[in-house]
C-alpha cells in the first residue's frame, strides 16, 4: 500500500541554524500539508501546499518557514535560523483530492539545542 | 475558532471491553476523521465520517457524528491490548485538519 515517508526520522541541530525536512507524498495525491506536534501538545496545522503554491498557512508559519516541491516526488518543510520551541515532531500529509483522506507521514522529530 | 475537542482525556480498560470517546467541535466542517497515534509515533488514519454520514463502521470501529450537536464518537468493541494508544478526532473545513488534544487509550491485558 502507498505510503507517505518522511526524512531524516529525527534531526538535531544547533539554535540558529537551517534545516530542511523532507517529505515524499503518495504519487498520485495532489494536496500537500505539514503539522507539527510539540510534546504532549496536539498536532497543529502549519500550511497547505496545491498546484504549486501555498493554499492556507497559520500563524505559526512565519516568515522563518517555507515549504516547496522542488520535482515531482518531494515535498520539503525548511526552517530558516530554528528557535529552541521549534523542537517539535514534524508531520507531512498528503491527499488525493480536497475532500479525501489526509494520510500522515511517520514524522521527523526535530530537536533544537 | 474551529477546535476539536475530545474526552475523556484518559480511559483506562480491561481487554474484551468497550471503549467509547467523544469529540466535540464548534464549527462547520465538511467532515471528521479520526486518527490513533502510538507512543511518540505517527498517524494512523482509522475512519472518515461526512457531514453527511450519521454512523459509519469498519471492522471493530464504529464512528457517529451529530452535526446539530456538533460532536461525534468513536466506540472501538472487544478492546485489545495492542489498542493502547492516544486517539484524536480531527475537523476538516477546507481542507485544514483541526485537531483535538486526544484521548489517552489504556487497554490492560
Known amino acids: 500500500e502507498p505510503e507517505v515517508t518522511q526524512t531524516p526520522s529525527h534531526q538535531v541541530t544547533q539554535m540558529g541554524q537551517e534545516v530542511i525536512l523532507r517529505c515524499v507524498p503518495i504519487?498520485?495525491?495532489?494536496?500537500f500539508y505539514w503539522y507539527r506536534q510539540i510534546l504532549g501538545q496536539k498536532v497543529e496545522f502549519l500550511v497547505s501546499?496545491?498546484?504549486?503554491?501555498?493554499?492556507?498557512k497559520s500563524e505559526i508559519f512565519d516568515d522563518q518557514f517555507s515549504v516547496e516541491r522542488p520535482d515531482g516526488s518531494n515535498f520539503t518543510l525548511k526552517i530558516r535560523s530554528t528557535k529552541l520551541e521549534d523542537s517539535a515532531m514534524y508531520f507531512c500529509?498528503?491527499?488525493?483530492?480536497?475532500?479525501?483522506?489526509?494520510?500522515f507521514g511517520p514524522g521527523t522529530r526535530l530537536t533544537v539545542l | 475558532s474551529q477546535q476539536g475537542e475530545e474526552d475523556p482525556q484518559a480511559l483506562s480498560i480491561q481487554e474484551g471491553e468497550n471503549a467509547t470517546m467523544n469529540c466535540s467541535y464548534k464549527?462547520?466542517?465538511?467532515?471528521l476523521q479520526w486518527y490513533r497515534q502510538n507512543s511518540g509515533r505517527g498517524l494512523v488514519h482509522l475512519i472518515l465520517i461526512r457531514s453527511n454520514e450519521r454512523e459509519k463502521h469498519s471492522g471493530r470501529l464504529r464512528v457517529t457524528l451529530d452535526t446539530s450537536k456538533k460532536s461525534s464518537s468513536l466506540l472501538i468493541t472487544a478492546s485489545r491490548a495492542a489498542d493502547t494508544a492516544s486517539y484524536f478526532c480531527?475537523?476538516?473545513?477546507?481542507?485544514?485538519?483541526?485537531f483535538g488534544q486526544g484521548t489517552e487509550l489504556s487497554v490492560k491485558p
Open positions: 500529509a498528503s491527499r488525493r483530492d480536497s475532500t479525501d483522506t489526509q494520510y
Open positions: 464549527t462547520s466542517i465538511n467532515n
Open positions: 501546499f496545491y498546484n504549486n503554491e501555498i493554499s492556507e
Open positions: 504519487s498520485n495525491h495532489l494536496y
Open positions: 480531527a475537523t476538516d473545513r477546507r481542507g485544514k485538519l483541526i
